[in-house]
């Protein structure tokens, strides 16, 4: 049985496919205030601004190609069983061929009702247009998780945690929860790869291994590390 390969990945392994991080060290994503359009409240006071926004990410996203750091994580699937939690609301990791990637935050590929987050849509081309209605007569919204709303595959994702026989944290600050709180239902005496330039504050866990590079190198000092390891 092949041993369980358990990654969160954050906004640094997309960073170098090109995509801007969710909120820069400004307080701006592509240069609007997130509460202006990652909020319930703001889809409420301006939907077209809103749908417009996402409109433009979604099509960044579609020209985006994913990075080596993906490619590997779909490579390790040859020999261990690869769970991904991501908290991007990028397609790359399916894109570069992982089987296995539960979305905390949605995929901007798709529209939801506007009523119900669980009914959702693949999106014919990169727009989402004003009018365009589910099957409940509600416009549809981009699939992303705002600000203010529930992470409803948060459960999911710590019942995986918990599983880990080896979990990889790829290119996150741990500073957005839920999704932070993940690293808590690891297993104590599981190994824990951390992949970021800047290593989060992870002193109170135990078994912690930093490599403390971006995405790309780091995985592929990983996969090095796993190999001798076998």
Request: aromatic share 6%; glycine share 6%.
């Amino acid at each position: 049985m092949k041993s369980k390969l358990i990654v969160l990945t954050g906004a640094g392994i997309s960073a170098e496919s090109g995509l801007k991080t969710f909120r820069d060290s400004d307080g701006l994503w592509e240069g609007y205030n997130v509460y202006d359009v990652a909020t319930p409240e703001a889809w409420e006071r301006n939907p077209e601004l809103v749908q417009e926004f996402y409109n433009e990410r979604r099509k960044q996203v579609l020209a985006a190609q994913p990075n080596q750091a993906h490619q590997i994580l779909a490579e390790l699937e040859k020999d261990f069983d690869v769970e991904i939690i991501t908290q991007n609301i990028d397609d790359l990791h399916e894109r570069a061929g992982s089987s296995k990637v539960t979305h905390l935050h949605g995929v901007i590929t798709r529209s939801q009702s506007d009523l119900r987050s669980n009914l959702t849509y693949p999106i014919e081309g990169s727009e989402i247009k004003m009018g365009e209605l589910c099957e409940l007569g509600s416009q549809l919204r981009p699939h992303v998780v705002w600000f203010g709303e529930a992470v409803p595959m948060i459960e999911v994702a710590a019942i995986l945690c918990k599983q880990a026989d080896i979990f990889v944290l790829i290119g996150t600050s741990l500073a957005v929860y839920p999704a932070a709180g993940l690293i808590d239902f690891v297993p104590s005496v599981v190994d824990k790869y951390i992949i970021d330039p800047k290593t989060p504050d992870v002193k109170r866990y135990k078994n912690v291994i930093n490599i403390e590079k971006n995405a790309v190198e780091g995985m592929a000092e990983l996969k090095a590390i796993l190999a001798n390891a076998r």
